[in-house]
């Protein structure tokens, strides 16, 4: 067992990069995503946005190494994230899956201290420097008064606070969400954006998350990625890829897209459904 | 928060000292009660002199490993149950009804019946291999992408009435033999007879597969996440569920292995311990091993003193504890049955 050195829970971490190299991808017989290069902005957010069924959450799976690719490697600092220690990837890495199940009669504070596991030895035990963390996680969330609250008595807001505390706990320059704010309505799946912009803003954190609502994408995010058919159709700025063009080809939907003036950043309006989109 | 965590684990203490306490007074008035009644001072006098007078060797000699092996064998099978409930994330996971019981009781059942001329030993180990081969079967007919709690149910009733049907077919050809009663006794789950031997036989595994258990606990709390998270977490999910169900079979089936089918310990206790303690498995395992230990205690009590000239197995006052409690879970529960 070695011992880790003890990261400052405030302090930001060391920049990580996180990029895709060659990607094929499926499961079973069944390819979805072929020959696919992709890296991560460091520090910034990336929202990955497609249709049902584009492939964007496989991608964000095998980012984060829940997917075992068919060839090609994810790279964690020029590093292969297959050929890493699980552990160690998790030190550097978090991420919370799509619509995770609470069990039932656990606490906030006990699902938070599970974001310790990367960093205690074989048996589990803690140092001081996991509760500090779990403090600065619950913390982070606004969850301190909740702490001894089980998840079932949580709002759906509140709840996903909780989990993203878990991976807030794990300390990892990279924070990677597989739809937030599914299930959730208006108002909380604001409250998760935010607090997400909060943490990009003031930890530096790179986060990446999949997101259904193109028009929170472009709002919430830096940069965009916009999948199609196992494929990247486009990448950049929410003005750069959130287009008529997108919205035509891609979800085959004619839209408005405009400038909002308060935020600077672009929203559609979709008018009328196009024709089947192109494959 | 150090503060807290200080105060937490001071009460902690104290909770497990006024436990231990209370353990420790049904242990001395049980080795008390019996057709030779011993007044608790009497025990606690036979226990510092030792088998020296026949109060001494009633209790060294007869009664003292009994009630080892009776806190041994409830212990290990609540926490089998709780981490079998804990890395299936379903409550209904219990060494009775995934099948481990019913293998292990059809292999011992072979050993004592057919097997006549066998040494002692090889009974808790063909005990062992019987709990874990059907163990592994449900397991592995239950497996699809995971294993959901209505495979593993229905997979394990399956394949435990197959077990129950060979275990009649084999006492019902050996029927003549004066070990078929010995063989129906198992079957019913009692502590009869056992002493020193048994006990010596059970050690190594209760040692080893509580030891492992407690050491682990820690990792049931994330698998209780579900397998994607503990992924995210850094965890090898398939290998450290295969580890801990592997303890788990390996403590139910040699608990079962020396006292038989005990009814109903490794489904309702640890169910009852998380209703009152919450799901973190680090305490969860360790109170059912507790609430395992004193109700097979107190079930083996009853078993060998409620009538004066006749034993009857402590497995049947288990199933009469367990089974109602199991039932009144059931109705009370709204929703479907989840961890």
Known sequence: ?279 | MIRVAAVRSGSMLVGWLVLAGIVGAIAIVSLGIGQVSIAPGEVLGALLAGPTTLEGRIVFDLRLPRLLLAMLVGAQLAISGAILQGVTRNALASPDLVGITAGAGFAAVLIVLVFVDAPAFVLPLAALIGGATSGAIVYLLAWKQGVSPERLALTGIAVTAIFQAAVTAVVTLRVEQAQAQQALRWLAGSLYGRGWDELLVLLPWSVVGIAGAMLLAHKVNILLLGDAVASGLGMRTERARMTLVAIAIALAASAVSVAGTMAFIGLVIPHLIRLLIGANHRLVLPFSALAGAVLLLVADDVARTVFETREIPAGLFTALIGAPYFIYLIMRRKTQISV
Request: net charge negative; aromatic share 6%; hydrophobic share 45%.
């Open chain 1, 1 to 279: 067992m070695t011992s880790l050195p003890m990261i400052e829970p405030s302090a930001a971490a060391p920049p990580t990069e996180l990029r895709a190299s060659d990607l094929t991808l499926g499961y079973d017989d069944r390819i979805v995503v072929r020959s696919l290069d992709l890296s991560f902005p460091i520090g910034r957010i990336t929202a990955v946005v497609g249709p049902n069924g584009s492939g964007k959450s496989t991608i964000v799976r095998a980012a984060a190494r829940l997917l075992r690719p068919k060839s090609g490697a994810v790279f964690l600092d020029g590093k292969a994230i297959a050929r890493t220690p699980t552990k160690e990837v998790a030190r550097r890495l978090a991420v919370l899956p799509q619509g995770p199940s609470s069990p039932e009669g656990l606490t906030v504070e006990r699902l938070v201290w599970s974001g310790r596991y990367p960093h205690q030895g074989f048996l589990g035990t803690s140092s001081v420097g996991d509760a500090e963390a779990v403090a600065w996680a619950l913390q982070q969330t606004h969850l301190v008064d909740f702490a001894q609250r089980t998840l079932d008595t949580l709002s759906g807001g509140e709840r996903q606070r909780a989990w993203i505390a878990m991976a807030l706990a794990q300390q990892t320059p990279i924070l990677i969400l597989d739809e937030p704010t599914t299930f959730l309505d208006l108002g909380h799946q604001l409250e998760v954006l935010e607090l997400l912009g909060e943490l990009n803003a003031q930890q530096g954190m790179t986060v990446i998350m999949v997101l259904h609502e193109l028009n929170q994408a472009a709002r919430y995010s830096d940069h965009m990625v916009a999948v199609h058919a196992g494929r990247i159709w486009r990448q950049g700025t929410p003005d750069e890829v959130l287009t008529q063009e997108l919205l035509e080809v891609v979800f085959g939907v004619h839209a408005d897209v405009r400038l909002d003036g308060a935020s600077g950043k672009p929203y559609c309006v979709p008018l009328a459904r196009a024709a089947e989109p192109a494959e």
